[in-house]
């Protein structure tokens, strides 16, 4: 796992919505992390929780209310030119979540795909822009006889995979994949999530996969991040959130997840999640401190020692 250098660096970020009104959303509410080059990080949490709005920060859709994104180390936010606008843009990609509104119905796939090779111009002729196309398409395991269809012709799984190549086409670093399976059917999802990571592998990408539950992103990440209402409340290495689950909220998602074998199956208890059983009144949290070696949790003193001699 390439884990030493980091690709983006999220530092205290903020997205308020209509702020100061009295419809105020703290969509993002103070939160950091980073993301290594070559990794998969998984962004779980219920809908509503800010999932969306921080692919969508981070890869400048919006503007940050407070905080910052460091792309190698450059502010993705900061004054650019308008050249290194579209080296950022060419550098992140993002991946939908629904493969039925994000295809331009009136396109046909080769002109859908080849959009970002046109922007950047890739292609130095017709035929160069067309055997790209072609390339792509067999990447993700489409063919080129597909190149002439339109959108309406696929499946959702296949659009899903044009959505891919539409995003592999600039060659980029870093995808961010905003719920790429939840619209598709249980036989399907697998089936996209299993491309994404050969893809990743193959390409040397990183991804920032966000997902509504647990069960599928634990497959592709390499470490997970767990949101609610903005805030992020624990971030782990995948295996060690599965094993080690310290935040009550993270407990709860787990216990959602359905048990493969029948017997677990009958004996599982879906956990709830109470906020006021922190008691943060009283304790206040002290911030998202490192409980183990990578493994981060939001918590005040009190639960941080509990944490603690939990791991140990
Ligand atoms: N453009 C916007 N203007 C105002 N409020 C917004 C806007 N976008 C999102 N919100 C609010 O910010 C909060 C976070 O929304 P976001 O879409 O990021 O959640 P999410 O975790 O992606 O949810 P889902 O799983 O349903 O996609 C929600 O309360 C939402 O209503
Ligand atoms: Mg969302």
């Given at each position: 796992?390439?884990?030493?250098?980091?690709?983006?660096?999220?530092?205290?970020?903020?997205q308020?919505?209509?702020?100061?009104?009295?419809?105020?959303?703290?969509?993002?509410?103070?939160?950091?992390?980073?993301?290594?080059?070559?990794?998969?990080?998984?962004?779980?949490?219920?809908?509503?929780?800010?999932?969306?709005?921080?692919?969508?920060?981070?890869?400048?859709?919006?503007?940050?209310?407070?905080?910052?994104?460091?792309?190698?180390?450059?502010?993705?936010?900061?004054?650019?030119?308008?050249?290194?606008?579209?080296?950022?843009?060419?550098?992140m990609?993002?991946?939908?979540?629904?493969?039925?509104?994000s295809?331009?119905?009136?396109?046909?796939?080769?002109?859908?795909?080849?959009?970002?090779?046109?922007?950047h111009?890739?292609?130095?002729?017709?035929?160069?822009?067309?055997?790209?196309?072609?390339?792509?398409?067999?990447?993700?395991?489409?063919?080129?006889?597909?190149?002439?269809?339109?959108?309406?012709?696929?499946?959702?799984?296949?659009?899903?995979?044009?959505?891919?190549?539409?995003?592999?086409?600039?060659?980029p670093?870093?995808?961010?994949?905003?719920?790429?399976?939840?619209?598709?059917?249980?036989?399907?999802?697998?089936?996209?999530?299993?491309?994404?990571?050969?893809?990743?592998?193959?390409?040397?990408?990183?991804?920032?996969?966000?997902?509504?539950?647990?069960?599928?992103?634990?497959?592709?990440?390499?470490?997970?991040?767990?949101?609610?209402?903005?805030?992020?409340v624990?971030?782990?290495?995948?295996?060690?959130?599965?094993?080690?689950?310290?935040?009550?909220?993270?407990?709860?998602?787990?216990?959602?997840?359905?048990?493969?074998?029948?017997?677990?199956?009958?004996s599982?208890?879906?956990?709830?999640?109470?906020?006021?059983?922190?008691?943060?009144?009283?304790?206040?949290?002290?911030?998202?401190?490192?409980?183990?070696?990578g493994?981060?949790?939001?918590?005040?003193?009190?639960?941080?020692?509990?944490?603690?001699?939990?791991?140990?």
């Amino acid at each position: 796992m390439a884990q030493s250098n980091k690709l983006l660096e999220i530092k205290n970020l903020k997205q308020y919505f209509n702020e100061g009104k009295v419809n105020e959303v703290k969509a993002i509410d103070n939160i950091s992390f980073d993301i290594y080059k070559g990794e998969v990080m998984g962004l779980v949490g219920e809908s509503g929780c800010g999932k969306s709005t921080t692919g969508r920060t981070i890869i400048r859709l919006y503007d940050a209310t407070g905080g910052e994104v460091l792309y190698d180390g450059i502010n993705v936010h900061g004054k650019k030119s308008t050249k290194e606008l579209k080296q950022f843009n060419r550098k992140m990609q993002m991946i939908f979540q629904d493969p039925y509104a994000s295809l331009n119905p009136r396109l046909k796939i080769a002109d859908i795909i080849a959009e970002g090779i046109d922007i950047h111009g890739l292609a130095k002729s017709k035929q160069e822009r067309m055997e790209m196309v072609y390339e792509l398409l067999e990447t993700v395991g489409l063919n080129r006889e597909h190149a002439n269809r339109y959108p309406h012709e696929f499946s959702g799984g296949q659009r899903q995979r044009i959505g891919i190549a539409r995003a592999l086409a600039v060659q980029p670093e870093f995808i961010i994949a905003d719920e790429p399976i939840s619209a598709l059917d249980v036989s399907i999802q697998a089936q996209v999530v299993n491309l994404m990571k050969k893809l990743q592998k193959e390409k040397e990408l990183t991804y920032l996969f966000i997902a509504h539950d647990l069960s599928m992103v634990k497959y592709i990440s390499d470490r997970i991040g767990v949101m609610y209402f903005g805030k992020m409340v624990e971030l782990a290495p995948a295996d060690e959130l599965y094993r080690n689950p310290l935040h009550p909220y993270t407990q709860s998602l787990l216990s959602a997840i359905p048990a493969p074998d029948p017997i677990s199956e009958r004996s599982r208890r879906r956990k709830s999640y109470d906020p006021a059983s922190h008691n943060y009144d009283q304790n206040e949290p002290v911030g998202f401190r490192e409980v183990n070696p990578g493994h981060f949790v939001l918590c005040s003193e009190k639960e941080f020692q509990q944490y603690q001699a939990k791991v140990k």
